[in-house]
């Protein structure tokens, strides 16, 4: 009988413990999915400045099914196959985004080409001179 006590209680005070893992366990992972949550709001949404000291508000926009996204003022809107056309003439890009006056655009073109690894590094030295400007 002493034994089953034993057994029991034993058998109690691992449940107690897993309990108590599992516990912390959860508290950790919720922390770390607000912390998560928050840095993902970061990127979503940031006011940008430019050069001549107007704050723009921005988004990340899906493009090309998903496939990748392209961070694009808040007040642009994506124009339509019949708008790009009417906009450009010859070589038409494929998606174009714009102010509602259509005198902004940030037109894009995506092709086949790829960008080589060993490229990366000197596109990252071009773009930092860029912004050095």
Do not use: W
């Not at 392209?70 to 890009?93: A, D, H, M, T, W």
């Not at 995506?110 to 490229?119: G, Q």
Request: proline share 2%; hydrophobic share 35%; charged share 35%.
């Amino acid at each position: 009988m002493k034994n089953k006590k034993k057994v029991s209680f034993i058998i109690v005070g691992i449940c107690i413990f897993i309990a108590i893992i599992c516990s912390v366990i959860t508290f950790i992972l919720n922390k770390d999915t607000e912390r998560l949550e928050q840095e993902s709001k970061k990127l979503d949404t940031l006011v940008v400045k430019t050069k001549s000291g107007t704050q723009i508000e921005t988004e990340y926009t899906h493009v090309e099914e998903n496939k990748f996204y392209v961070k694009v003022p808040k007040e642009f809107r994506q124009l339509s196959y019949e708008e790009i056309i009417k906009k450009y003439n010859g070589e038409v890009p494929k998606i174009v985004f714009s102010n509602e006056d259509m005198t902004i655009n940030l037109a894009i073109s995506v092709t086949d080409n790829e960008m080589k690894d060993n490229a990366i590094d000197k596109y990252r030295e071009y773009e930092n001179t860029i912004r050095k400007k």
